[in-house]
């Protein structure tokens, strides 16, 4: 059995979808949530208070839940 519940997911006018989940009280960020565009970038705010997000041309940035963020460059598109 999964330890969180659905909120809310789906497809906006542009196309990008998104999808949020209820962790409950016990978590760091109770609601999470993550979103994919059309253009390849996405994103995840994580139930641990991390984030994460990719621009989808191969750069990403990690940030910890402490703050901490680490980011890695890359060239050219994935697409």
């Given at each position: 059995?999964?330890?969180?519940?659905?909120?809310?997911?789906?497809?906006?006018?542009?196309?990008?979808?998104?999808c949020?989940?209820?962790?409950?009280?016990?978590?760091?960020?109770?609601?999470?949530?993550?979103?994919?565009?059309?253009?390849?970038?996405?994103?995840?705010?994580?139930?641990?208070g991390?984030?994460?997000?990719n621009n989808?041309?191969?750069?990403?940035?990690?940030?910890?839940?402490?703050?901490?963020?680490?980011?890695?460059?890359?060239?050219?598109s994935?697409?």
């Amino acid at each position: 059995m999964p330890d969180y519940t659905y909120k809310s997911s789906g497809t906006n006018s542009q196309g990008n979808h998104y999808c949020a989940r209820d962790y409950g009280s016990g978590a760091s960020n109770s609601n999470s949530y993550h979103y994919s565009n059309q253009d390849g970038s996405y994103y995840y705010s994580n139930s641990n208070g991390s984030t994460y997000y990719n621009n989808g041309a191969g750069s990403s940035t990690y940030t910890s839940p402490s703050g901490n963020s680490t980011s890695q460059s890359g060239g050219g598109s994935k697409k």
